[in-house]
């Protein structure tokens, strides 16, 4: 079983700022990418930040420059700096992550989803 589990998120007024952390937690050999997804209402998922084992890192055009992504390896967490908070950042934001988990003598590969937080920038 593998969990992911989101927090940080809330209401801001444009300008400000937010941290999300996603902590990914139950039988995880290694975590391959992580990433953070928004759904505003009435549009599609969006792919926001993605991280890979190495620190790589990649954005959302919209985002570049006003969001930082990190993640600690040890602690299979990721989080997510958002500085310049815009209305248009007004979304569920979402936690990814494609990893190796156990499942009694096996391992295997899945992609996970955490339940959303909700964000909130008003103008």
């Known amino acids: 079983q593998v969990r992911l589990v989101e927090s940080g998120g809330g209401l801001v007024q444009a300008g400000g700022s937010l941290r999300l952390s996603c902590a990914a937690s139950?039988?995880?050999?290694?975590?391959?990418?992580m990433a953070w997804y928004r759904q505003a209402p009435g549009k599609q998922r969006e792919l926001v930040a993605v991280?890979?084992?190495?620190?790589?890192?990649d954005y959302a055009d919209s985002v570049k420059g006003r969001f930082t992504i990190s993640r600690d390896n040890a602690k299979n967490t990721v989080w997510m700096q958002m500085n310049s908070l815009k209305p248009d950042d007004t979304a569920v934001y979402y936690c990814?992550?494609?990893?190796?988990?156990?499942?009694?003598?096996?391992?295997?590969?899945?992609?996970?989803w955490g339940q959303g937080t909700q964000v909130t920038v008003s103008s």
């Open positions: 139950g039988t995880i050999v290694s975590i391959n990418t």
């Open positions: 991280i890979t084992n190495r620190d790589n890192t």
């Open positions: 990814n992550a494609y990893l190796t988990y156990s499942s009694g003598n096996f391992a295997n590969t899945g992609t996970y």
